[in-house]
């Protein structure tokens, strides 16, 4: 489906929600580093991370889908030898960011050429970070005028790397799954204060899981010490819920009658978790349970939302803003303009589309609310872009009149379900082509 019609319609319901893809990246890496066969359980299956399961066999390791112990899901059966080796001459990241960046690094370390591809905006999105690190270290790599497909070929060596902090943290990450597996130790020196630092804290709480000792001096988040010839170790895992993909129910619920999201714990570190303190400032009204959180309908008003260390859920909570009293600020969002598409100016553009009154900024957004809904109507268009799509059902409900999705598909990326999951909580929804 690509195209869908959405009607004006409160949300009321239970949604499972998808296991956590930012850990399930890293959890299925960790295994595959391994030596000996892991078995990763309640895998949500997407796009993304279909575009890792790629990568890990481009580098020598099976990936086998086997059942899963929970309805719905997925479990892998991963076996790796130890260390990435080179299999097959190309890797296919897809759309996936994460993918390419945390595999890149392994990928410098073969000795041998391999090539990523990749498609969508991920072919331009910026790798600068590691092609000065690789040219420090006389890695060799070629690409098309700074866009994908990039090949590398070297082999990577123990050392200080240097990495400003305001760059993805996905570029941190791709260099603690390598560096370990090194002979030598190394230090990773971040020279400005780190943005979205919990992925990082995500990263080394899963290779802490896997026998792989990392450490954060001072817990600064500025200067990793990275000890040399370690190995991963085999295991058997749960992936945890996903607060991203949490978020838009959240805010599906504080738009519409009450929606109950299952299978979550606070007891995590990812850094949307944040949605819920930030919508309790806006006085949404929030139940917590052991592994579940209810989310009842009510007025709400503005606030300052910080994205720095919650990139994901700005898309979402833009919408929750376009209908709270008073005017929200959304600072410190500049990395949203390089994610799958410009997410500041396609929620700015979409959502006004809509009848909302929202102002680009340079790092973020100015929302004027209407507390009393949006005009809905027209056509909107989700920029191929997941989180927009996602973004713009929730808003449906607040909407006079329906409107017009071009791009419902790009759901699959990370939430292939979602429309399933959104029509079982009484979203209404038409596919017209």
């Given at each position: 489906m690509?195209?869908?019609?959405?009607?004006?319609?409160?949300?009321?319901?239970?949604?499972?929600?998808?296991?956590?893809?930012?850990?399930?990246?890293?959890?299925?890496?960790?295994?595959?580093?391994?030596?000996?066969?892991?078995?990763?359980?309640?895998?949500?299956?997407?796009?993304?991370?279909?575009?890792?399961?790629?990568?890990?066999?481009?580098?020598?390791?099976?990936?086998?889908?086997?059942?899963?112990m929970?309805?719905?899901?997925?479990?892998?059966?991963?076996?790796?030898?130890?260390?990435?080796?080179?299999?097959?001459?190309?890797?296919?990241?897809?759309?996936?960011?994460?993918?390419?960046?945390f595999?890149?690094p392994?990928?410098?370390m073969?000795?041998?050429?391999?090539?990523?591809?990749?498609?969508?905006?991920?072919?331009?999105?910026?790798?600068?970070?590691?092609?000065?690190?690789?040219?420090?270290?006389?890695?060799?790599y070629?690409?098309?005028?700074?866009?994908?497909?990039?090949?590398?070929?070297?082999?990577?060596?123990?050392g200080?790397?240097?990495?400003?902090?305001?760059?993805?943290?996905?570029?941190?990450?791709?260099?603690?799954?390598?560096l370990?597996?090194?002979?030598?130790?190394?230090?990773?020196?971040?020279?400005?204060?780190?943005?979205s630092?919990?992925?990082?804290?995500?990263?080394?709480?899963?290779?802490?899981?896997?026998?792989?000792?990392?450490?954060?001096?001072n817990?600064?988040?500025?200067?990793?010490?990275?000890?040399?010839?370690?190995?991963?170790?085999?295991?058997?895992?749960?992936?945890?819920?996903?607060?991203?993909?949490?978020?838009?129910?959240?805010?599906?619920?504080?738009?519409?009658?009450?929606?109950?999201?299952?299978?979550?714990?606070?007891?995590?570190?990812?850094?949307?978790?944040?949605?819920?303190?930030?919508m309790?400032?806006?006085?949404?009204?929030?139940?917590?349970?052991?592994?579940?959180?209810?989310?009842?309908?009510?007025?709400?008003?503005?606030?300052?939302i910080?994205?720095?260390?919650c990139?994901?859920?700005?898309?979402?909570?833009?919408?929750?803003?376009?209908?709270?009293?008073?005017?929200?600020?959304?600072?410190?969002?500049?990395?949203?303009?390089?994610?799958?598409?410009?997410?500041?100016a396609?929620?700015?553009?979409?959502?006004?589309k809509?009848?909302?009154?929202?102002?680009?900024?340079?790092?973020?957004?100015?929302?004027?609310?209407?507390?009393?809904?949006?005009?809905?109507?027209?056509?909107?268009d989700?920029?191929?872009?997941?989180?927009?799509?996602?973004?713009?059902?929730?808003a449906?409900?607040?909407?006079?009149e329906?409107?017009?999705?071009?791009?419902?598909?790009?759901?699959?990326?990370?939430?292939?379900?979602?429309?399933?999951?959104?029509?079982?909580?009484?979203?209404?929804?038409?596919?017209?082509?």
């Open positions: 690509d195209k869908v019609k959405i009607f004006p319609s409160k949300l009321q319901g239970s949604v499972q929600v998808p296991s956590s893809k930012s850990m399930g990246h890293r959890e299925i890496i960790c295994a595959g580093l391994a030596a000996g066969t892991s078995i990763v359980d309640n895998i949500s299956m997407s796009k993304d991370i279909e575009a890792t399961m790629r990568c890990l066999k481009a580098m020598g390791v099976a990936v086998d889908e086997i059942p899963s929970i309805p719905g899901r997925t479990a892998l059966q991963i076996t790796g030898t130890g260390h990435p080796v080179a299999s097959e001459d190309f890797a296919d990241c897809g759309e996936s960011g994460s993918t390419l960046r595999f890149l392994l990928g410098a073969l000795g041998c050429p391999l090539t990523f591809v990749g498609h969508g905006k991920l072919v331009s999105r910026p790798l600068q970070a590691y092609y000065d690190i690789f040219d420090k270290q006389f890695i060799q070629f690409n098309d005028n700074g866009n994908l497909p990039v090949t590398v070929n070297g082999r990577l060596q123990a200080t790397f240097s990495l400003p902090g305001d760059v993805s943290s996905q570029f941190v990450s791709g260099l603690l799954f390598a370990p597996l090194l002979k030598g130790d190394s230090v990773i020196e971040i020279i400005s204060p780190l943005e630092s919990a992925y990082v804290d995500m990263t080394i709480s899963c290779l802490a899981k896997y026998g792989i000792k990392i450490i954060n001096e817990n600064a988040h500025r200067r990793y010490i990275v000890p040399g010839n370690q190995h991963y170790q085999a295991l058997n895992s749960h992936v945890e819920g996903d607060w991203s993909q949490t978020a838009f129910w959240t805010v599906g619920g504080a738009l519409g009658e009450a929606v109950t999201c299952t299978g979550i714990s606070e007891d995590t570190l990812q850094g949307d978790k944040a949605v819920l303190e930030i309790e400032r806006m006085s949404a009204a929030i139940t917590r349970g052991e592994n579940s959180v209810v989310v009842s309908g009510g007025a709400t008003k503005a606030t300052v910080d994205a720095s260390n990139p994901d859920i700005i898309p979402v909570l833009s919408v929750l803003a376009a209908v709270s009293k008073g005017t929200t600020k959304i600072i410190n969002a500049g990395r949203l303009r390089i994610k799958e598409c410009d997410r500041l396609a929620m700015t553009s979409e959502l006004n809509l009848g909302a009154k929202i102002t680009e900024e340079a790092e973020g957004m100015t929302i004027e609310g209407c507390p009393e809904g949006l005009s809905g109507g027209g056509e909107v989700a920029w191929n872009d997941h989180r927009i799509a996602m973004s713009l059902a929730i449906a409900q607040v909407c006079k329906p409107f017009v999705l071009n791009g419902a598909g790009s759901v699959s990326k990370s939430y292939p379900t979602f429309w399933e999951d959104y029509q079982s909580v009484g979203g209404k929804v038409e596919v017209l082509a």
